[in-house]
């Protein structure tokens, strides 16, 4: 018999959510509504803020972020090279440069010692990107962006959960972006959200969600709105629907046994992968943190293990397990090369973490007897005995 491909990432739904939904259809209420309502209330009460906005995307958030910031062309941008390259398309298409400031190989987060030596009278912005779940050294880099008045956005498409220290990833700094998509911590099909503390921030990404139409619209369809609304900027339809919340209220709600799964997988493959010269396992800071396991993304060592990267993830396809990449470095791309002229070799660290790093399968379902079969495959590809 042969087993059932095991993907490297799977959302995890429970009965409350799938009965929300269905609940919702039969509502009528589909786009924003009470449910939008309920989550953006949940989740400005489990970050600790004043203001959550639910979205269609944390892309989507990240360019609602740069508008309020005032970002404008000619403007510069400080991130990392080693994240999805939503990031940096966001600054891109504003008509700002991404300036790029290699990782620290340990952690796989931006090197935050580096980062002052990228600062020019341009930069607007710094967006640490919290890699896998796991935060950035956030208390350099928000002294950093004191001494030289630079915003702060923080990527934390992959970090809902995680702490700094004792604090929540989105409950301090300026802005936080997180994501919803179905491979990351929590889910609402596409959806993201932003969390800040600034009131005139909140106004102006919540204005230019929708339109850039100064009222809620549901306001509008409900027994004391009025039909008349005024529009204050130029705005987009980045707003989440009412049956992505249905998803999103009982996922928040789950977020705590989540994370306890996710760490338990996390650790359970430190305990058995340790020792393995084909593998180099992430490395941890030493600050206090919660890191969330997003994903668990160890490096191949191709000498030891026989063979390259790209090798790797054909040959456990074949064992039908999906291993994922993230992420090529992004100034690597086409685009970024011919843009700003980035070359291959200008983020060494980055290109050897970039080159080697793979995402073993981990998600909220997934059992114990599943992570095994990924380590006995995994055994198999690199014929350990
Ligand atoms: C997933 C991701 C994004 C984009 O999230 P979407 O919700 O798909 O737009 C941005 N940045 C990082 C670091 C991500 O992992």
Redesign the pocket.
């Known amino acids: 018999m042969t087993e059932a491909f095991l993907p490297f990432a799977k959302p995890s739904l429970d009965q409350a959510a799938f009965d929300e939904v269905i609940d919702c259809l039969k509502s009528g209420w589909l786009a924003t509504g009470p449910r939008v309502k309920q989550f953006e209330e949940m989740l400005a009460h489990y970050l600790n803020v004043p203001h959550a906005l639910a979205l269609t995307?944390?892309?989507?958030?990240?360019q609602l972020s740069l508008l309020a910031i005032g970002l404008k062309s000619g403007d510069e941008v400080i991130t990392t090279p080693l994240?999805?390259v939503?990031?940096l398309n966001t600054i891109a298409i504003n008509g700002a440069k991404p300036v790029l400031v290699d990782i620290d190989p340990a952690t796989y987060n931006i090197n935050v010692e580096r980062i002052e030596a990228a600062i020019t009278e341009r930069t607007r912005a710094i967006i640490p990107?919290?890699?896998a779940g796991l935060p950035v050294d956030l208390d350099p880099l928000y002294a950093l962006a004191e001494k030289y008045q630079l915003r702060v956005i923080e990527?934390a498409?992959?970090a809902i959960g995680a702490k700094y220290k004792d604090r929540l990833i989105g409950s301090f700094g300026d802005i936080q972006?997180f994501?919803?998509?179905p491979?990351?911590v929590i889910t609402t099909g596409?959806?993201?959200c932003v969390s800040t503390r600034d009131e005139n921030l909140a106004k102006q990404i919540s204005v230019q969600r929708f339109h850039g139409i100064d009222r809620e619209a549901w306001n509008r369809f409900s027994k004391n709105g009025s039909q008349h609304y005024d529009v204050i900027a130029p705005g987009f339809k980045y707003n989440m629907m009412d049956l992505q919340a249905a998803l999103g209220i009982h996922q928040l709600a789950a977020l705590e046994s989540i994370i306890e799964k996710r760490t338990l997988l996390a650790k359970r493959y430190y305990e058995k992968l340790s020792g393995w010269p084909e593998l180099t396992l992430p490395t941890l800071p030493a600050f206090s943190h919660r890191h969330v396991w997003?994903i668990f993304a160890p490096l191949i060592n191709p000498e030891a293990a026989g063979m390259d990267r790209d090798d790797f993830i054909l040959a456990m396809k074949e064992q039908n397990i999906g291993i994922g990449l993230?992420y090529e470095p992004a100034h690597l791309y086409t685009y970024y090369q011919q843009q700003f002229g980035y070359r291959s070799g200008d983020f060494p660290q980055a290109e050897s973490v970039g080159s080697r790093i793979v995402s073993l399968p981990l998600f909220p379902d997934m059992t114990l007897e599943d992570q095994d079969r990924v380590i006995n495959k995994m055994a198999v590809v690199f014929k350990r005995k």
């Open positions: 995307s944390a892309t989507a958030g990240l994240t999805f939503a990031t990107v919290h890699f990527d498409a992959q972006v994501s919803f998509h491979n990351k596409e959806g993201g997003y993230h």
